[in-house]
């Protein structure tokens, strides 16, 4: 969140089926992030194939959200061996950074990942097009996008056999995406945690984007956690889920501990909506916990500027470097300081995140609830 041969074959090489949609070619076996046999669901789990499921040879129609820092080579190819699609957010890596987890990723899976990367040129300091260079020169080929438009990129994935997913916020920007290219849509609802591009609750967006697109995979994001919430935004015709709070409470994300247990302790009621956190990407509104940095600037009247405790250092990373109280860093392991006076990320959906649990067993469970929670609704 190295370098190896720049010519390595990836095993989730695309080839174009019949219909022009890019599908994913997987090893059967391979070895997972632990060096055992690949997490392959059993037959029972064709049930759960839909239009995601297929573009991109995954068992379960699930997506680990790019959740920022707290993504990892591990969190990723543990998902990926578990058969979902595990993501890498690298748009605040530098491009030696994004080379190594996509290789490390990479060499510990041979599963379906991908990389997400912000287009917004406030989140980033490395162009759009550096991060694309490298990572399909390390062999990735699932790319996302969000905060911004995908087009200018779409044709030179498609011609190194590469599949993209677009973030949406309504049903008129999942057509223009359709449109230019883009192979599934990710409709992200308001409920979502980290940064949000949508004003619409999740519920009344998945629909109106599957309407605007009927044939190409919508992927639902937003306020889902269990099986419960795959299955109804399957029902309202999503291909796929896209989950990141509930990823947080993995032992393999990077996240502080006492944020992931804000996290666990925290009920759907205690996320703030705003663009509070903004050094760093301002204008960028955002869903996290609430805390005293929250506390303290809704008693000063929600101020945009001159809030309580402005450029106070609240933390520092663990080579020194300060961290101020209004970034948008997320809190990784190795801060030291008032943690938790730092965006702590996260949806609605914490209120139905209670333990935690390996990403690879928790892609298991996620799937068997999801076909109890089909079944009682045939």
């Not at 055992?36 to 839909?50: K, V």
């Amino acid at each position: 969140m190295d370098a190896d041969d720049d010519d390595r074959t990836t095993t989730a090489g695309r080839m174009r089926s019949g219909d022009d949609r890019p599908t994913t070619g997987r090893t059967q076996g391979a070895p997972d992030s632990s060096g055992g046999p690949t997490n392959r669901f059993p037959s029972s789990m064709s049930n759960l194939e839909t239009s995601l499921t297929e573009m991109l040879d995954l068992d379960v129609p699930l997506v680990q959200a790019p959740i920022g820092s707290a993504t990892c080579p591990e969190l990723a190819a543990a998902v990926a061996d578990a058969g979902a699609l595990g993501m890498l957010a690298v748009t605040w890596r530098d491009e030696a950074q994004t080379r190594e987890v996509a290789a490390e990723t990479a060499r510990r899976t041979d599963g379906v990942f991908g990389v997400n990367i912000v287009v917004d040129p406030d989140a980033k300091t490395v162009p759009t097009e550096t991060h694309i260079q490298c990572c399909l020169e390390e062999g990735v080929d699932v790319f996302s996008f969000s905060f911004g438009d995908a087009a200018p990129y779409v044709e030179r994935i498609h011609d190194h056999g590469g599949t993209v997913l677009q973030s949406v916020g309504s049903a008129d920007e999942a057509r223009a995406a359709v449109d230019a290219g883009v192979d599934s849509i990710v409709a992200q609802g308001w409920e979502a945690g980290g940064h949000v591009q949508s004003n619409v609750a999740t519920l009344p967006l998945v629909p109106r984007v599957v309407d605007a697109v009927p044939d190409t995979p919508v992927i639902a994001a937003g306020g889902i956690a269990d099986g419960r919430g795959i299955g109804a935004v399957l029902t309202l015709g999503a291909a796929g889920a896209w989950l990141g709070t509930r990823f947080l409470a993995t032992p393999e994300a990077r996240v502080h501990r006492l944020y992931r247990q804000r996290v666990l302790d925290a009920s759907e009621t205690e996320t703030v909506y705003a663009t509070l956190y903004d050094e760093g990407w301002p204008n960028a509104p955002h869903r996290v916990l609430e805390n005293e940095t929250v506390a303290d600037w809704r008693a000063a009247g929600e101020p945009e500027t001159d809030r309580p405790g402005s450029n106070e250092t609240v933390a520092e990373t663990g080579d020194g470097t300060p961290v101020r109280r209004y970034e948008d860093s997320l809190a990784t392991p190795e801060l030291r300081g008032e943690v938790e006076q730092l965006p702590l990320y996260a949806g609605q959906s914490a209120g139905i995140t209670r333990d935690v649990l390996p990403a690879t067993e928790l892609v298991r469970e996620l799937a068997d609830e999801t076909l109890a929670a089909l079944d009682r609704t045939r």
